[in-house]
Every structure is written in C-alpha cells, then in structure tokens.
C-alpha cells in the first residue's frame, strides 16, 4: 500500500518529555478531529497543515502537559490493591488493583498495565468534596456512571440509512439506568458514581469453617497477645468479653469449641516449649469473661491477623458469605454504632474496610478526634449504605457538597487497567473513577506518536485499545473533511494494520468517551464504515461510495453541462430532490445543490466540489427534508399538469393545488 507519510523530523515535531509505553496490538482504530475552528485555506496550502500539527503538539504538550502530542487525579488519590493502598510513587506495573467491570457493574482484580505521571505545572482541575466523597481531577477525567432514563425504551437512534428506527414504548414513570461514561465536566445531574460493587473474584469455596472467621473478627477487635517475661513477644491470646453479654459470650465459647474443641481447666506446664496441642479455658474476672488461648491455639490466629492487623491475603481467601459474617461479627464486637467501627490502630480499621469493600459495601475511613471519653485518636469507618454517589445533585441540594474549579500546581497521575477503571481513595472516601496519527486534506499522513507507541488522545484508560488518527478538520470553518483527508486517514489506518497490530475496528472518539469528537460530518463517514472516497474500497462498510469526483467544480453561471452533470442530477433525484436530469448544470440545479448543502452542514456556495459529490451518495437522508415523500408528490403533479396539454385548464390549476397542497393522512 502506498502513503505520503510526514515524518516528525519533516514537519518539526517537538522531542517528547519521556519514553513512550510500547503498544504491540490494538483493536483497532478511534477517528479524531481537531475541535475549534480550522482555516478552509488549508485545502489549497500543505504549509498551513504543518502549522496547524504543530500547534496541536504545541497545546498537548505545554496546555495539556501530556508528554507528547496525544486525564489524571492529584497526588493525594490513592489507588486499592491487593498490597493495600498506594500513591503513584509506591504502584508499580504489574499490581493487581480492584477495578470495576463497567458493562455488567462488579469489580474485578486486574494488573495495572502502565502508571503515567505528569510533571507538576499550574493547571485548571475541578475539586469535588463533600462529606461522602473528595477528588480533584482534570476536566476532562473519566467517570463511569449510570444515568437515570425515566422513560425506558424510547431513545431515538437512526439506522444505517440514516432514517430514524422505530422506538420501543415504556410508562412515563418508568426508571432505568444506563451505564455509560462522562467526564468530570459533562456530569449530568442524575449522574451516579459507583463507590462500591460486588466483587467478581472471591473465593466459591471456604478455605476456613466459619468458626474460624468468626474467631478471627473476635481476637482482631476484642483479642489480646500476651507477653513474655521482658516483654518478649508470645503466640498466646486472650479474648474479653462483658459477661452482661451473654449472646458474645455464647458465640465465642461456641466457636471455639468447634475450632479447637472443648475447653480444659488448665493448660499442661511444659516449660518453653509447647506440646503441639491447641487448648483454650474460660475465666471469670469480675464482670468479665475471658477466654485463653494456648500458645499453640493462639498461633493460628495470630498467623492470619499479625499484631491483631487482619491480613489482606486472609481477608481475599474468603467467601461472600464468609466476609458477611466477618463484618458482622466485627461490629458487634467493637460496638462503636450502626454500621460504624472504631479502631486505634488504622492498619486494623484498614483491613476491616477492605473486607467491607470486598464484600460490594461503600466505606469510608475518617480520623476520630480523641474525645472527653476517649484519650486518643481513632479510625472510624463507616459503611455507607448507598453504592453510588450523585455529585451534581448533591451540590444543588446545599453548601455541604461543592464542585470548584481551582488552579491544581501539583504532578498530576493516572493508572492503566483492562476495564479502563480503578477504585480510587482521597481523604478517606472511596469510589470507582476510570482512567496519534493525523491525516491532513492533501493525502499526506503526518506521523504523530508513531507504531507501537500508546497514544493519549482517546481518553484515560482507553488508550491501549485503539490508536488515534487525527483527520485535520473541526467544528467551524473546514467542517466537511474533503476527500483527501478521509483517504489521509485510511492510509494511515491501513498502515497502522499492516506495521503496528491494528485491528479491524474504526470507531469515533465518542465511542465510549463523552465527548462530541469526531464531528458529526466525520463520525457519519465513520458509522457509514469509513467508506473510501470514489468507491475504490478500503472501508468496512457495506454500500458503495461515491463515484470517483469528476474533476472539474460544477457550478452557475454560465451553464455547466456534460454526463458528470447529469450523473449528479440522478444521484440527488434518487434522493428525493426535486431536479431535472438534463445535462445542464442552470439556477434550478444550483439551487438544489444549495439546499442541500446547508441540510448538511456545509459552505452553501452552490458548487457541486469534491465534499457536496461524495455527500450525494454517502450522507445519510435526513427526516423531513427534500428526500421526504412530498417531492415525488410534487413531480407527479407536475406530470399531470404536463398530461393535460393546457396550463389553463381546471385540472391543470387542480394538479397544482395537489403539489402544493400538504400530505393527507394514509391508511
């Protein structure tokens, strides 16, 4: 295959701040544009396209702050792994972090396949904070939410013809929910946040009884590891429990008559060593209860909760049910409130969130002030009952949630997963949150980032899916992409096949990212399956294109004619219009052209050139223009005027009324 690519020597490319992330495989390809308006006078000047790619690097790299030409939270957002959390300076690629699997709503564990970091340098992010919840991110960061629909089953879509498809029928008061994702920007009102969901990968098989786990959320928050003479540490354990609580303390005595078997009324004197043996007694001091492990019995527990910290290898080896009963048992334990726990020692009330997360619960972790009954700080995590979060509505309700933008100086950061999402933690609250070539109008491919190089440009976290192939046009001036730029970028997108591992999917960057690139103009050339212009293939679609363009501007005055004319004339009386097909190109003729154009968002200058000839044949038919049945109503009544051999006669007046007359209804 043959492409005129510009290198980023010839066109002056800027070296990149860091090394590029190797991409060996994608599954295809996202259409980009520029956004803003670009100058029409490109398509007559090559030098205006390399002016144009180098203040597009100019802007990702110094406005953007991206390491090249191609969306991050602040320094204090943390990211759940199953090492625990960690900062952008601790993650490393490779560690497996809870992310959510946004088409079907659970959480997965998934390796962390790259952490990009950005240099700090003043720039605009916007700060949402409120008691339940507190990120700063770029504008343009992605969230997956679920938009409320209150009336299911009739959101309008077109079909491949373009036409409007018929929709389903659902009560007004109907409620649904589409998952979908925005931007920290483009959040709806109705927009909701998942900050929690039930985990996928837990075990199906218990590894532990019950009893065990339930002997396990006991010592952790109400246990003791006794000491040696000289504060020598010991695998003994003790376990106190008021003996105003007879229902604890009967759980207790029942768990560990099924772990370790019926209790003795003394332990065997060994010495230092111990006889292999897993005992437990039960004593009474005062109104307390307390129940001692041997050395041996208290061994076990202390393996699966060091220092009374539940580790996070035990707490993943656990059932759905298990981790129920886990948190359960926690929190009649600890007594600190409904669904609240209160620990000194964070790492503990950290293991305890993770085991609520696990299990699909929201939580949060706050520090507790000491208090007049309480000496010393605390870590209270609270489970929340609510699994999402809505920010916009939260913020209309009053002042305590607000959305700001602010001026952020700090390094910026973002981690790459398969499922473009990872569970993010700032202040201690917790949520789900997510993670080029250009082809300019002279069939010239500017090499961007290059092969095998991860682009930025499709969005956090969607970058390792798709290249980007940016087509040189935008949402004012140059609107329509002439046929040099679609052939620029399936040049570009054959190459990107044949050298870097691109797959066969051509997508818009609206694709799964809230945003309006490419252009209607260029994501209709897209949905069409990015037919080449001429017809000579090189698109995935199904229909024909256009002919090849004539090569010369069909335009009035003075007359144009020839078969070119007339093949025009043809393709856009197949379109409804309502337009002689004679051969000459008159008043009548550029009218129509004129008319057409504007329906389809163009110069209407009234010149059939490269963009109006392809659109004849490749734009979908818009509902309610000139392509509507009214027009061939017209030219029959037309006809009939003609029929009649007199302009004056009462049916010529009749047959006029009828074209000029409104559609009756039909049964």
Same mark, same amino acid.
């Given at each position: 295959?043959?492409?005129?690519?510009?290198?980023?020597?010839?066109?002056?490319?800027? /070296?990149?701040?860091?090394?590029?992330?190797?991409?060996?495989?994608?599954?295809?390809?996202?259409?980009?544009?520029?956004?803003?308006?670009?100058?029409?006078?490109?398509?007559?000047?090559?030098?205006?396209?390399?002016?144009?790619?180098?203040?597009?690097?100019?802007?990702?790299?110094?406005?953007?702050?991206?390491?090249?030409?191609?969306?991050?939270?602040?320094?204090?957002?943390?990211?759940?792994?199953?090492?625990?959390?960690?900062?952008?300076?601790?993650?490393?690629?490779?560690?497996?972090?809870? !992310?959510? $699997?946004?088409?079907?709503?659970?959480?997965?564990?998934?390796?962390?396949?790259?952490?990009?970091?950005?240099?700090?340098?003043?720039?605009?992010?916007?700060?949402?904070?409120?008691?339940?919840?507190?990120?700063?991110?770029?504008?343009?960061?992605?969230?997956?939410?679920?938009?409320?629909?209150?009336?299911?089953?009739?959101?309008?879509?077109?079909?491949?013809?373009?036409?409007?498809?018929?929709?389903?029928?659902?009560?007004?008061?109907?409620?649904?929910?589409?998952?979908?994702?925005?931007?920290?920007?483009?959040?709806?009102?109705?927009?909701?946040?998942?900050?929690?969901?039930?985990?996928?990968?837990? /075990?199906?098989?218990?590894?532990?009884?019950?009893?065990?786990?339930?002997?396990?959320?006991?010592?952790?928050?109400?246990?003791?590891?006794?000491?040696?003479?000289?504060?020598?540490? %010991?695998?003994? @354990?003790?376990?106190?429990?008021?003996?105003?609580?007879?229902?604890?303390?009967?759980?207790?005595?029942?768990?560990?008559?099924?772990?370790?078997?019926?209790?003795? %009324?003394?332990?065997?004197?060994?010495?230092?060593?111990?006889?292999?043996?897993?005992?437990?007694?039960?004593?009474?001091?005062?109104?307390?209860?307390?129940?001692?492990?041997?050395?041996?019995?208290?061994?076990?527990?202390?393996?699966?909760?060091?220092?009374?910290?539940?580790?996070?290898?035990?707490?993943?080896?656990?059932?759905?049910?298990?981790?129920?009963?886990?948190?359960?048992?926690?929190?009649?334990?600890?007594?600190?409130?409904?669904?609240?726990?209160?620990?000194?020692?964070?790492?503990?009330?950290?293991?305890?969130?993770?085991?609520?997360?696990?299990?699909?619960?929201?939580?949060?972790?706050?520090?507790?002030?000491?208090?007049?009954?309480?000496?010393?700080?605390?870590?209270?995590?609270?489970?929340?009952?609510?699994? $999402?979060? !809505?920010?916009?509505?939260?913020?209309?309700?009053?002042?305590?949630?607000?959305?700001?933008?602010?001026?952020?100086?700090?390094?910026?950061?973002?981690?790459?997963?398969? $499922?473009?999402?990872?569970?993010?933690?700032? #202040?201690? !609250? @917790?949520?789900?949150?997510?993670?080029?070539?250009?082809?300019?109008?002279?069939?010239?491919?500017?090499?961007?980032?290059?092969?095998?190089?991860?682009?930025?440009?499709?969005?956090?976290?969607? $970058?390792?899916?798709?290249?980007?192939?940016?087509?040189?046009?935008?949402?004012?001036?140059?609107?329509?992409?002439?046929?040099?730029?679609?052939?620029?970028?399936?040049?570009?997108?054959?190459?990107?096949?044949?050298?870097?591992?691109?797959?066969?999917?051509?997508?818009?960057?609206?694709?799964?990212?809230?945003?309006?690139?490419?252009?209607?103009?260029?994501?209709?050339?897209?949905?069409?399956?990015?037919?080449?212009?001429?017809?000579?293939?090189?698109?995935?679609?199904?229909?024909?294109?256009?002919?090849?363009?004539?090569?010369?501007?069909?335009?009035?005055?003075?007359?144009?004619?020839?078969?070119?004319?007339?093949?025009?004339?043809?393709?856009?009386?197949?379109?409804?219009?309502?337009?002689?097909?004679?051969?000459?190109?008159?008043?009548?003729?550029?009218?129509?052209?004129?008319?057409?154009?504007?329906?389809?968002?163009?110069?209407?200058?009234?010149?059939?050139?490269?963009? !109006?000839?392809?659109?004849?044949?490749?734009?979908?038919?818009?509902?309610?223009?000139?392509?509507?049945?009214?027009?061939?109503?017209?030219?029959?009544?037309?006809?009939?005027?003609?029929?009649?051999?007199?302009?004056?006669?009462?049916?010529?007046? #009749?047959?006029?009324?009828?074209?000029?007359?409104?559609?009756?209804?039909?049964?």
């Amino acid at each position: 295959m043959a492409i005129d690519i510009v290198s980023r020597r010839d066109w002056g490319a800027r /070296a990149p701040r860091g090394g590029y992330t190797r991409l060996d495989s994608t599954r295809g390809v996202k259409v980009h544009y520029t956004g803003g308006r670009v100058d029409p006078g490109i398509v007559g000047d090559h030098d205006l396209c390399v002016s144009l790619v180098r203040s597009i690097q100019r802007h990702h790299m110094d406005g953007n702050g991206w390491m090249d030409i191609g969306y991050c939270v602040d320094e204090e957002t943390e990211i759940l792994t199953q090492q625990g959390w960690k900062s952008h300076r601790d993650l490393q690629v490779g560690d497996l972090a809870l !992310t959510l $699997n946004h088409d079907i709503g659970v959480s997965e564990w998934q390796p962390v396949l790259e952490v990009c970091v950005f240099p700090a340098r003043r720039r605009e992010m916007i700060r949402m904070k409120g008691a339940s919840h507190s990120s700063l991110t770029t504008p343009q960061h992605r969230w997956p939410v679920e938009r409320l629909r209150r009336r299911t089953g009739t959101r309008w879509q077109r079909g491949p013809d373009g036409s409007w498809l018929p929709t389903g029928a659902a009560d007004r008061v109907a409620v649904g929910y589409e998952r979908m994702w925005v931007t920290t920007e483009t959040l709806g009102h109705w927009d909701r946040i998942p900050i929690a969901a039930p985990c996928a990968d837990l /075990a199906t098989e218990p590894k532990w009884s019950d009893a065990f786990v339930e002997l396990v959320a006991w010592f952790w928050t109400e246990g003791h590891i006794m000491s040696l003479r000289g504060g020598r540490p %010991a695998t003994s @354990v003790a376990l106190y429990q008021a003996a105003t609580n007879p229902a604890n303390v009967a759980r207790i005595r029942a768990a560990l008559t099924e772990v370790f078997g019926p209790a003795c %009324a003394a332990f065997p004197r060994v010495g230092g060593r111990t006889d292999g043996i897993p005992r437990w007694r039960e004593a009474t001091n005062r109104n307390l209860v307390e129940f001692h492990l041997s050395a041996d019995a208290g061994r076990r527990l202390i393996e699966v909760a060091p220092d009374r910290v539940p580790a996070q290898d035990f707490l993943l080896t656990l059932t759905r049910a298990q981790l129920s009963l886990f948190i359960e048992t926690s929190l009649a334990a600890d007594n600190a409130g409904k669904d609240k726990l209160a620990q000194k020692n964070r790492a503990a009330a950290e293991a305890f969130m993770l085991a609520v997360i696990l299990a699909g619960h929201g939580a949060s972790l706050r520090r507790r002030p000491p208090t007049a009954t309480c000496k010393s700080d605390m870590w209270l995590v609270n489970i929340r009952k609510q699994r $999402n979060l !809505t920010p916009r509505s939260a913020a209309l309700r009053g002042a305590s949630f607000a959305i700001i933008r602010e001026v952020h100086d700090g390094v910026i950061w973002c981690p790459r997963t398969a $499922n473009h999402s990872w569970l993010a933690r700032r #202040e201690g !609250t @917790v949520y789900f949150t997510g993670n080029t070539y250009i082809g300019c109008p002279h069939k010239k491919v500017f090499e961007g980032r290059g092969l095998h190089r991860l682009p930025a440009a499709n969005g956090s976290g969607l $970058n390792s899916a798709h290249y980007a192939v940016l087509g040189l046009v935008g949402n004012a001036g140059l609107v329509q992409p002439p046929d040099g730029v679609l052939h620029a970028v399936l040049d570009a997108i054959e190459h990107l096949r044949e050298r870097g591992g691109a797959g066969r999917e051509i997508k818009g960057h609206r694709d799964g990212y809230s945003t309006d690139c490419p252009g209607e103009p260029l994501y209709a050339w897209v949905r069409r399956g990015a037919p080449r212009p001429g017809g000579d293939g090189g698109g995935d679609g199904d229909g024909p294109g256009a002919p090849p363009f004539p090569g010369r501007l069909l335009r009035y005055p003075p007359v144009t004619r020839g078969e070119d004319v007339r093949t025009w004339q043809r393709q856009m009386r197949t379109r409804g219009w309502d337009i002689a097909v004679d051969g000459a190109y008159g008043s009548a003729s550029r009218d129509v052209c004129r008319r057409f154009q504007r329906q389809q968002g163009v110069e209407d200058d009234g010149v059939v050139g490269p963009v !109006t000839w392809r659109l004849a044949w490749e734009a979908p038919r818009a509902a309610g223009t000139a392509d509507a049945p009214e027009a061939a109503e017209a030219r029959e009544a037309e006809e009939a005027v003609e029929a009649v051999g007199s302009v004056d006669a009462p049916e010529a007046a #009749e047959a006029r009324e009828t074209a000029d007359a409104p559609e009756e209804p039909r049964t």
